[in-house]
């Protein structure tokens, strides 16, 4: 059953903090010292996690709702809310230290990538640091050479499957690997190996038409940009 204004505004706390859901995954939670909160329960990457709202009164029960709406609107782009919530927090600092006021300017949008690529990159941090609790080692650490070798089996692999079309099972079964892991290794192997020969003929070529082509990345880098914007201007106004 869906809350009511009267219901939200009568609730007493109790001696524990106390939730009253509404829809969506959205509950308000009632603390013992009477405080109230909008919170929403949702799973992103098969982990339950938690996205705060706003308090109540200052935050109504229809702005709750819609902020809720949002928030499953970007789940169901494949985009964790949690995350671009602490990149605003961020974007929001870095306009502040450069001075920036005008939502249209192009700067905001750089920064807006950058805050979301920070935040990415600290989640990945954190998952990696959880891992260590398995392995007693984050990624690269405390086996030295470890990464050299793993490059240099991959390119064996790459090799073999190359020479003698050995199947996947088979090179698996030899490196002690799954057949579906050894995949994976050889179409790595083979982008890498494809974007170096690009490159090699991308260099061939005068120097006036990579110029050219670097003008042309240039401004469908800023299409990009001003898409992003189309996009999420309404949310990165601060």
């Known amino acids: 059953m869906k809350l009511t204004e009267y219901i939200v ?20 939670g009632i603390y013992p010292s009477g405080s109230k909160v909008w919170r929403q329960k949702y799973r992103y990457g098969g ?10 009164p200052a935050t109504s029960m229809e702005q709750a709702r819609e902020r809720c ?3 499953k609107r970007l789940l169901a782009n494949d985009l964790d809310p949690s995350v671009l919530k602490k990149s ?18 192009n700067r905001l949008i750089k920064l807006y990538i950058v805050a979301i690529k920070e935040a990415l990159r600290k989640e990945a941090v954190s998952a990696a640091v959880n ?22 089996r991959d390119k064996q692999i790459y090799k073999e499957r190359l020479s003698d079309g050995t199947t996947f099972r088979e090179l698996g079964m030899k490196h002690n690997l799954s057949g579906a892991r050894v995949a994976a290794i050889f179409y790595k192997q083979d982008r890498a190996e494809r974007h170096r020969k690009a490159n090699l003929e991308y260099m ?7 110029l050219e082509d670097q003008r042309v990345q240039r401004e469908e880098s800023e299409k990009v940009y001003r ?12």
């Open 204 to 210: 061939k070529k005068p120097l006036k038409e990579r």
């Open 88 to 105: 605003m927090k961020k974007l929001k600092r870095d306009m502040s230290d450069r001075n920036i006021t005008d939502p249209q300017d």
């Open 69 to 71: 709406t949002e928030a």
């Open 9 to 28: 505004s009568t609730a007493e706390p109790a001696e524990k903090l106390k939730k009253i859901f509404d829809s969506g995954g959205l509950y308000l």
């Open 47 to 56: 982990k339950e996690k938690t996205l705060t709202h706003g308090r109540y």
């Open 131 to 152: 891992k260590k609790k398995k392995s007693g080692c984050l990624p690269g650490e405390n086996y030295p050479g470890q990464i050299e070798k793993n490059k240099k």
């Open 227 to 238: 898409d992003v914007q189309n996009v999420f201007g309404k949310d990165l106004v601060p």
